[in-house]
Nanobody, 112 residues
Framework: QVQFVESGGGLVQPGGALRLSCAAS????????VNWYRQAPGKQRVWVAK???????SYVDSVKGRFTISRDNAKNTVYLQMNNLKPEDTAVYYC??????WGQGTQVTVSS
């Protein structure tokens, strides 16, 4: 099973930016799509973005134009650049791919 370690979260003011990282325990980026999910307090985990092995990218509508997913295959790492953050982006962010386990996630808090 692939495991992911998410990092890069923190407290940021509205309009600020963060870059999340998701490091895989083994090479997977050229095999399976990797997704970012988030879970806000008291809510279900929801899908945020995806990058496929051939470079296809998709986003949930609420983050389009603000978030950018990318990857570094050599480092087995996927990134999520988050710009113009809003309070409703506050959540724990996770990576997931087919067959992986859920990691600890990284907390993102957007607040003034």
């Amino acid at each position: 099973q692939v495991q992911f370690v998410e990092s890069g979260g923190g407290l940021v003011q509205p309009g600020g930016a963060l870059r999340l990282s998701c490091a895989a325990s083994r090479s997977i980026l050229d095999t399976w799509p990797v997704n970012w999910y988030r879970q806000a307090p008291g809510k279900q985990r929801v899908w945020v973005a995806k990058i496929t092995p051939n470079g296809g990218i998709s986003y949930v509508d609420s983050v389009k134009g603000r978030f950018t997913i990318s990857r570094d295959n050599a480092k087995n790492t996927v990134y999520l650049q988050m710009n113009n953050l809003k309070p409703e982006d506050t959540a724990v962010y996770y990576c997931y791919a087919f067959g992986s386990t859920w990691g600890q996630g990284t907390q993102v808090t957007v607040s003034s």
